[in-house]
Protein backbone atom coordinates (compact mmCIF):
# COMPACT_ATOMS: atom_id res chain seq x y z
CA UNK A 1 0.00 0.00 0.00
CA UNK A 2 1.81 2.85 -1.21
CA UNK A 3 -1.20 5.60 -0.61
CA UNK A 4 -2.64 8.09 -2.61
CA UNK A 5 -0.56 10.26 -4.97
CA UNK A 6 -0.88 13.38 -6.47
CA UNK A 7 1.05 14.85 -9.30
CA UNK A 8 1.98 17.34 -9.73
CA UNK A 9 2.30 19.14 -5.98
CA UNK A 10 2.46 22.73 -7.22
CA UNK A 11 1.13 23.92 -10.56
CA UNK A 12 1.78 27.85 -11.30
CA UNK A 13 -0.28 28.90 -14.46
CA UNK A 14 -1.42 31.94 -16.31
CA UNK A 15 -5.35 32.96 -16.36
CA UNK A 16 -6.68 31.17 -19.28
CA UNK A 17 -4.13 29.00 -19.40
CA UNK A 18 -5.53 24.68 -19.24
CA UNK A 19 -4.31 22.34 -16.39
CA UNK A 20 -4.86 18.98 -15.63
CA UNK A 21 -3.82 17.41 -12.55
CA UNK A 22 -3.67 13.38 -12.03
CA UNK A 23 -4.38 11.42 -9.41
CA UNK A 24 -3.42 7.76 -8.11
CA UNK A 25 -5.23 5.89 -5.89
CA UNK A 26 -4.44 2.88 -3.88
CA UNK A 27 -5.00 0.11 -5.78
CA UNK A 28 -7.48 -2.09 -4.68
CA UNK A 29 -9.74 1.11 -4.12
CA UNK A 30 -12.83 1.46 -6.27
CA UNK A 31 -13.44 5.04 -5.39
CA UNK A 32 -12.03 8.40 -6.28
CA UNK A 33 -13.26 11.65 -4.68
CA UNK A 34 -11.89 15.24 -5.34
CA UNK A 35 -12.41 18.15 -3.56
CA UNK A 36 -11.33 21.30 -3.34
CA UNK A 37 -9.18 23.00 -0.58
CA UNK A 38 -9.25 27.44 -0.70
CA UNK A 39 -7.29 28.84 2.03
CA UNK A 40 -8.74 28.79 5.47
CA UNK A 41 -10.98 26.70 4.81
CA UNK A 42 -12.12 22.45 4.97
CA UNK A 43 -12.35 20.73 1.79
CA UNK A 44 -15.11 20.88 -0.66
CA UNK A 45 -16.45 17.97 -2.61
CA UNK A 46 -16.40 18.18 -6.29
CA UNK A 47 -17.41 14.88 -7.70
CA UNK A 48 -16.62 11.18 -7.26
CA UNK A 49 -16.19 8.06 -9.21
CA UNK A 50 -17.16 4.28 -8.28
CA UNK A 51 -14.87 2.60 -10.88
CA UNK A 52 -15.11 4.12 -14.09
CA UNK A 53 -18.27 5.72 -13.64
CA UNK A 54 -18.69 9.63 -12.15
CA UNK A 55 -21.93 8.93 -10.08
CA UNK A 56 -22.04 12.51 -8.72
CA UNK A 57 -20.81 15.89 -9.23
CA UNK A 58 -21.12 18.75 -6.80
CA UNK A 59 -22.50 22.61 -8.33
CA UNK A 60 -18.96 23.85 -7.81
CA UNK A 61 -17.98 22.27 -10.18
CA UNK A 62 -18.33 24.70 -13.09
CA UNK A 63 -18.56 23.69 -17.14
CA UNK A 64 -14.68 24.77 -17.16
CA UNK A 65 -13.59 21.41 -14.89
CA UNK A 66 -13.95 17.86 -16.38
CA UNK A 67 -12.64 15.03 -14.53
CA UNK A 68 -12.07 11.47 -16.17
CA UNK A 69 -11.33 7.91 -14.29
CA UNK A 70 -11.19 6.12 -17.86
CA UNK A 71 -10.01 2.90 -17.04
CA UNK A 72 -11.32 2.48 -12.95
CA UNK A 73 -7.78 3.24 -12.10
CA UNK A 74 -6.08 6.58 -11.82
CA UNK A 75 -7.98 10.00 -12.25
CA UNK A 76 -7.11 13.26 -14.12
CA UNK A 77 -8.89 16.65 -13.38
CA UNK A 78 -8.87 19.02 -16.15
CA UNK A 79 -9.01 22.60 -15.55
CA UNK A 80 -10.02 24.99 -18.74
CA UNK A 81 -9.03 28.64 -19.13
CA UNK A 82 -8.54 29.18 -15.40
CA UNK A 83 -9.39 31.95 -13.57
CA UNK A 84 -7.92 33.56 -9.78
CA UNK A 85 -10.69 32.42 -8.57
CA UNK A 86 -9.76 28.33 -9.30
CA UNK A 87 -6.29 28.83 -7.14
CA UNK A 88 -6.36 26.39 -4.07
CA UNK A 89 -5.82 22.72 -3.50
CA UNK A 90 -6.56 20.36 -5.14
CA UNK A 91 -7.05 17.04 -2.88
CA UNK A 92 -8.09 13.43 -4.12
CA UNK A 93 -8.74 10.60 -2.12
CA UNK A 94 -9.68 6.86 -2.54
CA UNK A 95 -11.98 4.23 -0.68
CA UNK A 96 -13.51 0.99 -0.94
CA UNK A 97 -17.42 1.04 -0.79
CA UNK A 98 -18.60 1.97 2.73
CA UNK A 99 -15.00 2.26 3.92
CA UNK A 100 -13.52 5.79 4.85
CA UNK A 101 -11.75 8.16 2.49
CA UNK A 102 -7.36 8.39 2.23
CA UNK A 103 -6.62 11.48 1.02
CA UNK A 104 -3.22 12.34 -1.56
CA UNK A 105 -1.07 15.34 -0.17
CA UNK A 106 -2.82 17.19 -3.17
CA UNK A 107 -2.17 19.37 -5.88
CA UNK A 108 -1.56 23.36 -4.76
CA UNK A 109 -2.54 25.69 -7.91
CA UNK A 110 -1.70 29.33 -8.42
CA UNK A 111 -3.12 31.22 -11.36
CA UNK A 112 -1.83 34.32 -12.18
CA UNK B 1 -28.68 19.37 4.33
CA UNK B 2 -25.94 18.03 6.66
CA UNK B 3 -22.97 20.37 7.83
CA UNK B 4 -20.56 20.96 10.48
CA UNK B 5 -19.56 23.60 13.05
CA UNK B 6 -15.92 23.96 14.54
CA UNK B 7 -15.56 26.04 16.68
CA UNK B 8 -12.90 28.01 17.83
CA UNK B 9 -10.69 28.92 14.56
CA UNK B 10 -7.35 28.60 17.02
CA UNK B 11 -7.07 26.92 19.79
CA UNK B 12 -3.66 27.14 21.87
CA UNK B 13 -2.55 24.78 24.73
CA UNK B 14 0.69 24.40 26.77
CA UNK B 15 2.71 21.05 25.82
CA UNK B 16 0.85 18.32 28.42
CA UNK B 17 -2.14 20.21 28.93
CA UNK B 18 -5.67 19.14 28.14
CA UNK B 19 -6.71 19.32 23.74
CA UNK B 20 -10.35 20.32 23.54
CA UNK B 21 -11.44 20.57 19.96
CA UNK B 22 -15.24 20.87 19.55
CA UNK B 23 -17.41 20.22 16.39
CA UNK B 24 -20.90 19.98 16.51
CA UNK B 25 -23.05 18.60 13.26
CA UNK B 26 -26.29 18.99 11.70
CA UNK B 27 -27.97 16.27 10.09
CA UNK B 28 -31.97 15.00 9.82
CA UNK B 29 -30.57 11.54 9.81
CA UNK B 30 -28.06 9.58 11.67
CA UNK B 31 -24.55 10.74 11.02
CA UNK B 32 -21.31 9.59 10.68
CA UNK B 33 -18.79 11.70 12.19
CA UNK B 34 -14.79 11.96 11.31
CA UNK B 35 -11.71 13.63 12.81
CA UNK B 36 -9.41 13.70 10.04
CA UNK B 37 -5.69 15.71 10.85
CA UNK B 38 -4.06 18.06 8.34
CA UNK B 39 0.02 18.69 8.64
CA UNK B 40 1.19 21.52 6.47
CA UNK B 41 1.44 20.72 2.95
CA UNK B 42 0.11 17.34 3.42
CA UNK B 43 -2.99 15.72 2.88
CA UNK B 44 -5.32 14.55 5.54
CA UNK B 45 -4.87 11.69 7.84
CA UNK B 46 -8.04 9.96 9.52
CA UNK B 47 -7.79 10.28 13.27
CA UNK B 48 -10.98 8.63 13.69
CA UNK B 49 -14.31 8.04 12.82
CA UNK B 50 -17.90 7.36 14.51
CA UNK B 51 -20.39 4.80 13.13
CA UNK B 52 -22.92 4.35 14.95
CA UNK B 53 -21.08 1.36 17.34
CA UNK B 54 -19.59 2.88 20.42
CA UNK B 55 -20.32 6.59 21.20
CA UNK B 56 -16.76 6.76 22.65
CA UNK B 57 -14.69 6.44 20.06
CA UNK B 58 -10.79 6.06 20.11
CA UNK B 59 -8.54 6.89 17.43
CA UNK B 60 -4.84 7.09 16.91
CA UNK B 61 -2.14 9.14 18.51
CA UNK B 62 -4.49 9.12 21.65
CA UNK B 63 -6.62 11.22 20.29
CA UNK B 64 -10.77 10.36 20.99
CA UNK B 65 -13.71 11.77 20.82
CA UNK B 66 -17.12 11.22 22.23
CA UNK B 67 -20.46 11.40 20.33
CA UNK B 68 -23.38 12.89 22.18
CA UNK B 69 -26.69 12.99 20.30
CA UNK B 70 -28.56 15.42 22.57
CA UNK B 71 -25.88 17.96 22.20
CA UNK B 72 -25.52 17.30 18.81
CA UNK B 73 -21.39 17.18 19.18
CA UNK B 74 -18.72 15.27 18.68
CA UNK B 75 -15.39 16.70 20.36
CA UNK B 76 -12.34 15.65 19.75
CA UNK B 77 -9.93 15.40 23.29
CA UNK B 78 -6.99 14.24 23.90
CA UNK B 79 -5.49 13.95 27.37
CA UNK B 80 -2.39 15.46 27.05
CA UNK B 81 -0.81 17.56 24.15
CA UNK B 82 2.27 16.51 22.36
CA UNK B 83 4.40 19.17 20.26
CA UNK B 84 3.68 16.76 17.29
CA UNK B 85 0.12 17.65 18.01
CA UNK B 86 0.22 20.92 16.06
CA UNK B 87 -1.66 20.74 12.88
CA UNK B 88 -5.25 21.63 11.34
CA UNK B 89 -8.19 19.31 12.35
CA UNK B 90 -11.11 19.20 10.44
CA UNK B 91 -14.42 17.37 11.56
CA UNK B 92 -16.37 16.02 8.90
CA UNK B 93 -20.18 14.46 8.47
CA UNK B 94 -21.70 12.35 6.05
CA UNK B 95 -25.33 11.01 6.21
CA UNK B 96 -24.99 7.98 3.78
CA UNK B 97 -23.39 4.59 5.00
CA UNK B 98 -21.23 4.93 1.46
CA UNK B 99 -19.66 7.92 3.00
CA UNK B 100 -19.68 8.68 -0.77
CA UNK B 101 -18.99 12.43 0.11
CA UNK B 102 -18.14 14.32 3.47
CA UNK B 103 -18.95 17.80 4.14
CA UNK B 104 -16.28 19.23 6.19
CA UNK B 105 -16.06 22.31 8.87
CA UNK B 106 -14.04 25.11 8.50
CA UNK B 107 -10.68 23.65 10.44
CA UNK B 108 -9.33 24.30 14.06
CA UNK B 109 -5.48 25.07 14.27
CA UNK B 110 -3.98 23.48 17.20
CA UNK B 111 -0.95 25.55 18.37
CA UNK B 112 1.38 23.37 21.14
CA UNK B 113 3.69 25.72 23.06
CA UNK B 114 6.61 24.38 25.22
Known amino acids: DTGVSQDPRHKITKRGQNVTFRCDPISEHNRLYWYRQTLGQGPEFLTY????????KSRLLSDRFSAERPKGSFSTLEIQRTEQGDSAMYLC??????????FGPGTRLTVT | AQSVTQLGSHVSVSEGALVLLRCNYS??????LFWYVQYPNQGLQLLLKYTSAATLVKGINGFEAEFKKSETSFHLTKPSAHMSDAAEYFCAVSVDTGFQKLVFGTGTRLLVSP
Open chain 2, 27 to 32: SSVPPY
Open chain 1, 49 to 56: FQNEAQLE
Open chain 1, 93 to 102: ASSLVGSEQY
